[in-house]
């Protein structure tokens, strides 16, 4: 069993930057994928980001690119999402996740492991 663990929430204004942490413990962290998802009020949870297992490879959806950056650091078991110019549609709670597949996946049900979530909040 692995448990994540997220921290960075905050309350800043649009344009501001907020990084996302992930740290993992329990499992070998190299051996996930992980991503990120976020859910706002009344919406569903919607794939961000995600990172091969050796960090050589990302993807992010399309409303993020440009702004987003996800990257991992296998010795400290931990994942970011560097986020830069934030707007309000970015609010949300965001969760870290781990899947076993080799591929990265997008899609919430793919992924084994998932953290509590933590709050970002972007003012306008």
């Known amino acids: 069993q692995a448990q994540l663990a997220e921290s960075g929430r905050g309350l800043v204004q649009a344009g501001g930057s907020l990084r996302l942490s992930c740290t993992a413990s329990?499992?070998?962290?190299?051996?996930?994928?992980m991503g990120w998802f976020r859910q706002a009020p009344g919406k569903e949870r919607e794939f961000v980001a995600a990172?091969?297992?050796?960090?050589?490879?990302?993807y992010v959806k399309d409303s993020v690119k440009g702004r987003f950056t996800i990257s991992r650091d296998n010795a400290k078991n931990t994942v970011y999402l560097q986020m830069n110019s934030l707007k309000p549609e970015d609010t949300a709670v965001y969760y870290c996740a781990a899947s076993s597949w080799v591929l990265i996946r997008t899609t919430w049900d793919q992924y084994d492991y998932w953290g509590q979530g933590t709050q970002v909040t972007v003012s306008s």
């Open positions: 990172i091969t297992r050796s960090g050589g490879s990302t």
């Open positions: 329990g499992r070998t962290f190299s051996n996930y994928v």
